[in-house]
Nanobody
Framework: QVQLVESGGGLVQPGGSLTLSCAAS????????MGWYRQAPGKQRELVAT???????DCADSVKGRFTISRDNAKNTVYLQMNSLKPEDTAVYYC???????????????WGQGTQVTVSS
């Protein structure tokens, strides 16, 4: 079983910055792709950014140039640095981690509990 612990959400003014963290733990063969998704009220969950085990990143057009995803493989932790925040970035942000199990090598996907980010003056 894998546990994900998210932190770093909160209230910030437009133009401000926040950093989200998601620490993964559990007995797995490997932690693979890690990413952040968000869901605003009345909207579907959407991809924000992902990073592979090798450090290849991808992100939504709406956050390019403002958000940066990174990971610390020694700590099994993924980060989302969010700069120049806008009111439309307000959402619950969810961490997602894909793993490979020992033995079976089965791939699984896990979600964090979500952390609220509110951008408002």
């Amino acid at each position: 079983q894998v546990q994900l612990v998210e932190s770093g959400g909160g209230l910030v003014q437009p133009g401000g910055s926040l950093t989200l963290s998601c620490a993964a733990s559990g007995t797995v063969f490997s932690f693979n792709d890690m990413g952040w998704y968000r869901q605003a009220p009345g909207k579907q969950r959407e991809l924000v950014a992902t990073i592979s085990g090798g450090g290849i990143t991808d992100c939504a057009d709406s956050v390019k140039g403002r958000f940066t995803i990174s990971r610390d493989n020694a700590k099994n932790t993924v980060y989302l640095q969010m700069n120049s925040l806008k009111p439309e970035d307000t959402a619950v942000y969810y961490c997602n981690v894909e793993t490979t199990a020992w033995g079976t090598k089965m791939r699984m996907s896990y979600w964090g509990q979500g952390t609220q980010v509110t951008v408002s003056s």
